[in-house]
């Protein structure tokens, strides 16, 4: 069965993707739109494919069949450097720093996509001359001001507790000043009260930005999203308001016998694929 | 004592020199994960060009900048048009893809500068200062060879830690898909690491020719040293590749001066293997165990 929604303005949509890895089918023609200004969630059990929606979104992952649509266009033949400049930004389940860069340069890093001088002037010109390097560097220390970790600006990630790296790799995210933020597992190891907070931070970017969220903590996705979509061995089984994915008894029937998620702490590697 | 003195005044030089041609194939490593064994044919071949240029104009600063610029291309040329095409199939392949363009710049050299081995005067006095009723064994183009590498060797930490390409070019090699995600360019970030090792590579040659000869394999040897330096340094190190390098030419010239240069090779051998059995991960590296 095909879940389909009436969408008014999807920002960003799946259309029919599919996806196999050798002959195993992980997604099975997944429409799902995110509506602009929206928090959209994207739920499902372990393995369902959320992070799998995410790399075909981004490009890390061709999908058999089936398209992505931005801003009411077909993203083809996407570059994956190219997202951070047409406004859509990931986040890696996991944390994804680099640990031999400070928190800073972290998050300096997120804006990339936005350095417009060429590779033989940004490497001939002193640093101290550099109004760009001093913009961009600006706007990461801005960034991290927003995420509170403005203090940690010249650590390593490896110095830094685990929820700390989950913010500065949200700051990274948001440098680059996103119109999109896919983001994967946010909450994944950090306590109740850094949730409540990232969930308030959440819904501050809305509707300026749109935001799709993938997450396991079912407090925090009913608490934030407008809409949410139910992923379960690779086709969408159910999409609605928190409310009615709650009642859903395909949702209910898809978590029975699931563990309970909130507990989960596999979130120390970087899935990327 | 004093010959302990004069044969390390003798390597530092030649270790300024080994700390480059190392830097150049850890740029190298850290971009692309190849072993580029062409690494020091395309400074042979960099080499004949600032030696046709200096015979041309007189000049051998001119040699030097063009030899430097043409570091730059084949580096690129060599990444785009080998190892580029030949990684998409494997990684192993690359590697011995790197002999293949050895091979053939060699040959290629040979066929435009003849087989036999060309000298390549110093620009300035190669004979020891003399002080304390003695000469040293250490000249104004020593001098000059360290002003020049340790110049050099700032100017690409400047770039490396404070500018925004350094920054993508060392995100590029630790991490390319994160780094995608964030906007970096990364085929370009690598292409420019393979561009800036040749830019090293040409310098470390033009440097060193006064002190061999310059011939189409007259560097090969030279492989052997910087390979074994980079390897103890970690491979993804710089500043290992630095300080194994300078350490490697006083090591060489310690063994040369008390039996025989000869012997300098083997003890490079004798290096890497412990190395390899002791610390196979590197000195300097922050990675584990390699599969190398
Ligand atoms: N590159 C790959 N090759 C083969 N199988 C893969 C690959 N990437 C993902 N898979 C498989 O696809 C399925 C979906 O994976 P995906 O990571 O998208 O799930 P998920 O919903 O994000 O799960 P989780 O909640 O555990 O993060 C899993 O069974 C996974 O093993
Ligand atoms: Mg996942």
Redesign the pocket.
């Given at each position: 069965m095909r879940y389909h929604l009436p969408l008014t303005h999807p920002l960003l949509q799946t259309v029919d993707i599919s996806v196999s890895?050798?002959g195993?089918q992980?997604l099975d023609e997944v429409s799902i739109g995110i509506p602009e200004g929206s928090v959209t969630g994207l739920i499902?059990p372990?393995?369902?494919?959320?992070?799998?929606v995410f790399n075909v979104m981004t490009g890390f992952v061709k999908p058999d069949s089936g398209k992505v649509k931005y801003e009411g266009n077909r993203l083809r033949h996407v570059k994956t450097h190219h997202l951070t400049k047409m406004g859509i930004s990931r986040t890696l389940?996991g944390v994804g720093l680099f640990p031999s860069l400070t928190a800073r340069e972290n998050v300096m890093l997120g804006a990339s996509g936005h350095v417009r001088s060429g590779i033989v002037a940004d490497a001939l010109a002193m640093p101290w001359t550099d109004a760009e390097q001093r913009h961009i560097r600006d706007k990461a220390e801005a960034a991290m001001a927003e995420l509170g970790v403005l203090s940690e600006a010249d650590r390593l990630p490896g110095e830094m507790p685990y929820p700390v790296q989950k913010r500065v790799a949200l700051a990274r995210a948001l440098v680059s000043d996103p119109k999109v933020l896919l983001l994967d597992e946010p909450a994944g190891g950090i306590g109740a009260a850094d949730m409540r907070e990232l969930g308030r931070l959440i819904r501050s970017w809305v509707p300026e930005r749109t935001v799709l969220l993938?997450e396991?903590h079912m407090e925090l996705v009913m608490e934030v999203c407008d809409l949410i979509w139910v992923?379960d061995a690779g086709k969408v089984i159910a999409a609605g308001s928190p409310e009615e994915v709650r009642n859903d008894p395909a949702v209910l029937a898809a978590y029975l016998g699931e563990d309970d998620h909130e507990d989960d702490h596999e979130d120390d590697h970087e899935?990327v694929? | 004592m004093i010959d302990f003195i004069d044969y390390l005044l003798g390597g530092i030089s030649s270790g300024a020199i080994i700390a480059l041609m190392a830097l150049a194939l850890v740029l190298v490593w850290r971009s692309t994960r190849v072993v580029n064994f062409a690494q020091l044919g395309q400074a042979m071949f960099t080499t004949y060009i600032a030696l046709t240029v200096r015979e041309l104009t007189g000049s051998w600063f001119l040699g030097l900048i063009i030899a430097m610029a043409a570091g730059l291309v084949v580096g690129v040329i060599v990444h785009f048009l080998v190892i580029r095409p030949v990684k998409r199939l494997d990684t192993s392949g690359a590697i011995i893809a790197t002999f293949g363009v050895l091979i053939a710049l060699e040959a290629l050299a040979a066929m435009v500068w003849g087989g036999d081995p060309e000298a390549f005067p110093p620009p300035i006095n190669n004979s020891g200062y003399e002080a304390f009723g003695r000469i040293w064994p250490f000249s104004p183009y020593d001098l000059l060879v360290l002003a020049s590498v340790v110049f050099l060797v700032l100017a690409l930490s400047v770039v490396f830690t404070r500018t925004n390409v350094g920054l993508a070019m060392r995100a590029s090699a630790f991490n390319p898909e994160v780094a995608r995600l964030s906007g970096v360019r990364v085929n370009r970030m690598l292409a420019l690491g393979w561009a800036i090792a040749g830019l090293v590579g040409a310098v470390a040659g033009v440097l060193v020719a006064p002190l061999s000869t310059l011939s189409p394999t007259s560097f090969d040897i030279f492989l052997v040293f910087a390979f074994t330096a980079a390897v103890i340094g970690g491979l993804d190190s710089l500043v290992g590749a630095v300080a194994f390098g300078i350490g490697t030419g006083l090591v060489i010239a310690l063994v040369s001066g008390y039996s025989d240069s000869s012997n300098a090779p083997l003890v490079a051998l004798v290096l890497l293997v412990l190395n390899l059995l002791f610390k196979p991960e590197g000195v300097f590296s922050h990675h584990k165990a390699r599969a190398v």
């Amino acid at each position: 069965m095909r879940y389909h929604l009436p969408l008014t303005h999807p920002l960003l949509q799946t259309v029919d993707i599919s996806v196999s890895f050798g002959g195993l089918q992980i997604l099975d023609e997944v429409s799902i739109g995110i509506p602009e200004g929206s928090v959209t969630g994207l739920i499902g059990p372990n393995g369902a494919g959320k992070t799998t929606v995410f790399n075909v979104m981004t490009g890390f992952v061709k999908p058999d069949s089936g398209k992505v649509k931005y801003e009411g266009n077909r993203l083809r033949h996407v570059k994956t450097h190219h997202l951070t400049k047409m406004g859509i930004s990931r986040t890696l389940q996991g944390v994804g720093l680099f640990p031999s860069l400070t928190a800073r340069e972290n998050v300096m890093l997120g804006a990339s996509g936005h350095v417009r001088s060429g590779i033989v002037a940004d490497a001939l010109a002193m640093p101290w001359t550099d109004a760009e390097q001093r913009h961009i560097r600006d706007k990461a220390e801005a960034a991290m001001a927003e995420l509170g970790v403005l203090s940690e600006a010249d650590r390593l990630p490896g110095e830094m507790p685990y929820p700390v790296q989950k913010r500065v790799a949200l700051a990274r995210a948001l440098v680059s000043d996103p119109k999109v933020l896919l983001l994967d597992e946010p909450a994944g190891g950090i306590g109740a009260a850094d949730m409540r907070e990232l969930g308030r931070l959440i819904r501050s970017w809305v509707p300026e930005r749109t935001v799709l969220l993938v997450e396991h903590h079912m407090e925090l996705v009913m608490e934030v999203c407008d809409l949410i979509w139910v992923l379960d061995a690779g086709k969408v089984i159910a999409a609605g308001s928190p409310e009615e994915v709650r009642n859903d008894p395909a949702v209910l029937a898809a978590y029975l016998g699931e563990d309970d998620h909130e507990d989960d702490h596999e979130d120390d590697h970087e899935t990327v694929h | 004592m004093i010959d302990f003195i004069d044969y390390l005044l003798g390597g530092i030089s030649s270790g300024a020199i080994i700390a480059l041609m190392a830097l150049a194939l850890v740029l190298v490593w850290r971009s692309t994960r190849v072993v580029n064994f062409a690494q020091l044919g395309q400074a042979m071949f960099t080499t004949y060009i600032a030696l046709t240029v200096r015979e041309l104009t007189g000049s051998w600063f001119l040699g030097l900048i063009i030899a430097m610029a043409a570091g730059l291309v084949v580096g690129v040329i060599v990444h785009f048009l080998v190892i580029r095409p030949v990684k998409r199939l494997d990684t192993s392949g690359a590697i011995i893809a790197t002999f293949g363009v050895l091979i053939a710049l060699e040959a290629l050299a040979a066929m435009v500068w003849g087989g036999d081995p060309e000298a390549f005067p110093p620009p300035i006095n190669n004979s020891g200062y003399e002080a304390f009723g003695r000469i040293w064994p250490f000249s104004p183009y020593d001098l000059l060879v360290l002003a020049s590498v340790v110049f050099l060797v700032l100017a690409l930490s400047v770039v490396f830690t404070r500018t925004n390409v350094g920054l993508a070019m060392r995100a590029s090699a630790f991490n390319p898909e994160v780094a995608r995600l964030s906007g970096v360019r990364v085929n370009r970030m690598l292409a420019l690491g393979w561009a800036i090792a040749g830019l090293v590579g040409a310098v470390a040659g033009v440097l060193v020719a006064p002190l061999s000869t310059l011939s189409p394999t007259s560097f090969d040897i030279f492989l052997v040293f910087a390979f074994t330096a980079a390897v103890i340094g970690g491979l993804d190190s710089l500043v290992g590749a630095v300080a194994f390098g300078i350490g490697t030419g006083l090591v060489i010239a310690l063994v040369s001066g008390y039996s025989d240069s000869s012997n300098a090779p083997l003890v490079a051998l004798v290096l890497l293997v412990l190395n390899l059995l002791f610390k196979p991960e590197g000195v300097f590296s922050h990675h584990k165990a390699r599969a190398v």
